[in-house]
């Protein structure tokens, strides 16, 4: 028997429980947020401006004033017995509590991840999930350069010589299991404006968005009962707001993709309840390093077939045309149930998939593509 639809209610109500048991009464900006206790006040989130310089190996780093952050990577891997996809992701949210609350257990941070597989094999992601309240030196994002630990999960960047240093992913979840170490091979890549990127039409509603693109990964895998050693290339996204969706805004879609030619493109559009664009951008990097950033008028996602869900009745489209100045792609999964139930961890459940980028003559690229909002309208 299939299980039924998952509504938006439900889960909202099972993160409520979570939530709860972690001692706060919701995320940030939730609609089901209950107002503080009498004598609390609420934390001030930092905005984002533009023009604030982005100063590494600092910005590799955690931001906590700000309200969420992410680290997100991406990638094929591959051995002999064929290809898979991998997503590794390390959230940061700062929650709407008592800044002034002296208990330990209080709540400051909160640091949640995801891991998953898209296996052909499976036919269906393999993933696992966690969250934590950080502290007791278990559960931390350092600030003076990325490492991010959830008790034995744990993603570091190591400054070893390379343009943009290694990253060292450590996940163990039992039946599923990743090693991976991700050396960069190019300059960093920041999108928008030297890295303010902007989400909506206010200047508030913006991130600090930067991408290293074209990792070479290498490191071992484990699921379902054997272990591989695997390579290929990922993608790496860090992204750190306040306030990064508009009022009646309900998700986004979003991509990544290393180009095979050395060049790398990101496009982005944020959808209304209604479906229209609320806001679009993108970025490309030409195989020669030359980047340009491009607004809403330049960006164009435009769905060419959807799938559906027999887990939750979402209708996703997993086959995107994406237009990005003058640069057309087709984008088409590694196969369609790349669907993410993270409502143990975050309350929400998204498409998160392997893609091929395809141009007029042919394969140009590997990425992944994220689709938010469809199960159910994205809260942060």
């Known amino acids: 028997m299939r299980p039924p639809p998952v509504s938006l209610a439900a889960a909202l109500a099972a993160r409520r429980r979570l939530l709860g048991a972690l001692g706060i009464a919701c995320l940030p900006g939730s609609p089901v947020a209950s107002a503080a206790a009498p004598g609390t006040r609420r934390p001030r989130y930092r905005a984002i401006e533009r023009g604030t310089p982005l100063r590494f190996p600092r910005d590799h780093g955690a931001h906590p004033d700000y309200r969420t952050e992410w680290w997100y990577a991406t990638g094929w891997l591959g051995d002999s017995a064929g290809e898979l996809g991998f997503q590794i992701t390390f959230f940061r949210i700062r929650p709407a509590t008592d800044p002034d609350n002296p208990s330990r257990f209080a709540p400051q941070q ?64 039992g039946r599923l299991r990743l090693a991976l170490d991700l050396e960069a091979t190019q300059p960093l890549l920041l999108h928008g404006d030297a890295g303010y990127s902007q989400k909506g039409p206010l200047p508030r509603q913006a991130s600090h968005y930067y991408t290293q693109p074209h990792l070479r990964v290498g490191g071992r895998i484990a699921h379902a009962g054997r272990e591989r050693t695997v390579k290929g290339h990922a993608w790496l996204d860090h992204e750190w707001s306040s306030e990064i969706l508009a009022p009646g805004a309900t998700g986004w879609d979003w991509t990544g993709i290393n180009l095979d030619d050395g060049g790398a493109l990101m496009a982005f559009r944020i959808r209304g309840d209604d479906g229209s664009v609320v806001w679009a951008g993108g970025t490309l990097r030409d195989r020669l390093g030359h980047t340009r950033a491009f607004g809403p008028d330049s960006v164009r996602m435009t769905p060419a077939r959807h799938w559906r869900s027999a887990r939750t009745g979402a209708r996703y489209p997993v086959a995107m045309q994406v237009r990005v100045g003058a640069t057309e792609i087709a984008l088409e999964p590694l196969f369609d149930d790349q669907e993410l139930d993270a409502r143990g961890a975050t309350g929400i459940v998204y498409w998160e998939g392997a893609v091929r980028a395809i141009g007029p003559s042919g394969p140009v690229g590997r990425g992944y593509l994220e689709l938010t909002g469809y199960a159910g309208r994205l809260v942060l």
């Open 110 to 173: 909160i640091i949640l991840a995801h891991a998953a597989i898209s296996d052909p094999a499976e036919r269906r992601l393999v993933h696992a999930e966690r969250v934590a309240r950080a502290g007791f030196g278990l559960v931390q994002a350092r600030e003076a350069d990325t490492d991010v630990e959830l008790q034995d999960w744990r993603l570091a960047r190591e400054a070893i010589g390379l343009p943009g240093g290694r990253y060292r992913a450590r996940i163990d979840a």
